[in-house]
């Protein structure tokens, strides 16, 4: 307890922010050092490390800000420095990546200031205690649900992610993916009244929210022909799964303990892959080694929840505890579970296949510069072993041996119409109709706007 610090805060380690507290510390560490070991020391270098440190800074302070006050500074803090990794680069695409993303991330925060503030009014306090949250009014939640969907990636509010990520430099888009984003389930589970309210509606909106997403990012990722594009479309599906579970914990408060570990779990592994996967991404483009790509595989069959990985084992734990919901709702779950597993490998396959025509006939890379990531591939092959594997793993092997399949008929076969299909699905998809109207109605209620010899520019 700080009593003279801002309003009177708090820091500590509530009970699942140490998990995520030590697998984001870990992201963050080894991608600054990956980025430090390639990197030259120039002006732009060490403008990317201020704005680096600032978002770290921001992530760790909502981690461990355990009032309302710290949450907030630490969350607005990390969302805003993370505008200066997006446009780091310079170009265009980041340019418009950038602009998409701070106006999604300004309305979260603004969404989330509100919301903070009628948590404030209600309970008359900055450090409310779960059961204190119980009895929140519609406005009250619903704007904790935008908030932290928009920073979640929630399907209809994800358009910001497939764009944001891939402009960002590497070690950024690591932790962009890895840690960032995950930062809306701490956000959730303390805030909201879970094993205290059963919230029906709510839990019902974010299943199926969920749920979706964790199909429809597949659908959209597959066609895309950036390789960060396809990892980005996976984040969106992947934090579709655990919103999904989110949203269950909700509808049924006796199994909402079970499941909010579940879903700490399958972050922790979500993290640590998807961070590997970006930083093995920037590696391989780099050396052009077969090598690294090769190495590749250890993330992304994770990620595929290949029995005896940490993506079983998360995906097993999750199962387990989606079945001890007493709900009808938890089927939905469990059935979207195995084909979202198996579009995830599908999403693997193609993210692979991409890399590969960025490599070329070197055999290895520079071992200094990757230590960083075989340290991180060497926690993704501990973990299960650690926490054990996942109940009857070759049985559900399935998934996995049926995207393989498919993967390998569809580049043996090659169908004209499937390759037509190829960069068919602008990365952000929604963004481009949802441009279209605001560049329309913006000629509608201003149509003399262009005479001043400026033409306005869409987002």
């Given at each position: 307890d700080l009593p003279w610090l801002l309003l009177g805060s708090r820091f500590g380690v509530d009970d699942h922010g140490g998990m995520f507290l030590l697998f984001?510390?870990?992201?963050?560490?080894?991608?600054?050092?990956?980025?430090?070991?390639?990197?030259?020391?120039?002006?732009?270098?060490?403008?990317?490390?201020v704005f680096y440190l600032l978002a770290m800074s921001g992530n760790f302070m909502l981690i461990l800000g355990l009032d309302l006050v710290s949450f907030y500074l630490g969350f607005a803090l990390m969302g805003l420095a993370a505008y200066g990794l997006v446009v780091h680069d310079g170009t265009g695409t980041a340019r418009r990546a950038g602009t998409i993303y701070l106006i999604m991330t300004l309305i979260?925060?603004?969404?989330?200031?509100?919301?903070?503030?009628?948590?404030?009014?209600?309970?008359?306090?900055?450090?409310p205690e779960p059961v204190?949250?119980?009895?929140?009014?519609?406005?009250?939640?619903?704007?904790?649900?935008?908030?932290?969907?928009?920073?979640?990636?929630?399907?209809?509010?994800?358009?910001?992610?497939?764009?944001?990520?891939?402009?960002?430099?590497?070690?950024?888009?690591?932790?962009?993916?890895?840690?960032?984003?995950?930062?809306?389930?701490?956000g959730w589970v303390r805030y909201l009244p879970f094993g205290h309210e059963s919230l029906p509606e709510w839990g019902v909106l974010l299943l199926v929210a969920g749920a979706a997403g964790a199909l429809l990012a597949v659908l959209l990722g597959l066609p895309q022909q950036n390789p960060k594009v396809v990892l980005a479309y996976s984040s969106v599906g992947?934090?579709?799964?655990?919103?999904g579970a989110l949203g269950l914990a909700l509808i049924d408060p006796p199994a909402a303990a079970g499941i909010v570990a579940a879903v700490t779990l399958f972050a922790a592994h979500h993290g640590l892959a998807k961070g590997a996967l970006f930083l093995g991404a920037g590696l391989v483009k780099s050396s052009?080694?077969?090598?690294?790509?090769?190495?590749?595989?250890?993330?992304?069959?994770a990620l595929a929840a290949l029995p005896f990985t940490t993506g079983a084992l998360a995906k097993g734990v999750l199962s387990l505890s989606l079945l001890a919901a007493e709900t009808g709702w938890s089927v939905l779950?469990?059935?979207?579970?195995?084909i979202a597993a198996s579009g995830t490998a599908l999403l693997m396959a193609r993210f692979l296949y991409l890399m590969h025509l960025?490599?070329?006939?070197?055999?290895?890379?520079?071992?200094?510069?990757?230590?960083?990531?075989?340290?991180?591939?060497?926690?993704?092959?501990l973990l299960p072993?650690?926490?054990?594997?996942?109940?009857?793993?070759?049985?559900?092997s399935w998934p996995v041996a049926l995207a393989a399949a498919t993967a390998v008929l569809t580049l043996l076969a090659r169908p004209a119409w499937l390759v037509a299909l190829a960069g068919r699905v602008p990365p952000g998809d929604l963004i481009e109709p949802i441009s279209a109207q605001l560049s329309l109605f913006g000629r509608v209620i201003a149509p003399g706007g262009s005479r001043s010899g400026v033409e306005s520019e869409t987002i």
């Open positions: 984001s510390s870990l992201l963050w560490l080894l991608a600054a050092a990956q980025h430090a070991l390639q990197t030259h020391a120039d002006a732009k270098a060490a403008r990317f490390r979260a925060e603004f969404a989330l200031l509100f919301a903070l503030v009628l948590i404030y009014s209600r309970t008359g306090t900055l450090t204190q949250l119980v009895g929140g009014g519609t406005l009250e939640i619903g704007l904790l649900a935008l908030a932290f969907g928009i920073k979640a990636g929630v399907i209809g509010l994800h358009f910001w992610l497939p764009l944001a990520h891939p402009a960002a430099p590497v070690p950024a888009s690591a932790v962009l993916s890895g840690a960032m984003i995950k930062t809306a389930l701490v992947k934090m579709g799964t655990m919103v052009a080694s077969r090598l690294a790509l090769l190495l590749l595989l250890i993330p992304a069959l779950l469990l059935w979207t579970l195995p960025h490599t070329e006939t070197k055999r290895s890379f520079a071992l200094l510069p990757a230590l960083p990531w075989l340290a991180l591939l060497s926690l993704i092959l072993l650690a926490y054990g594997t996942a109940p009857a793993p070759i049985r559900e």
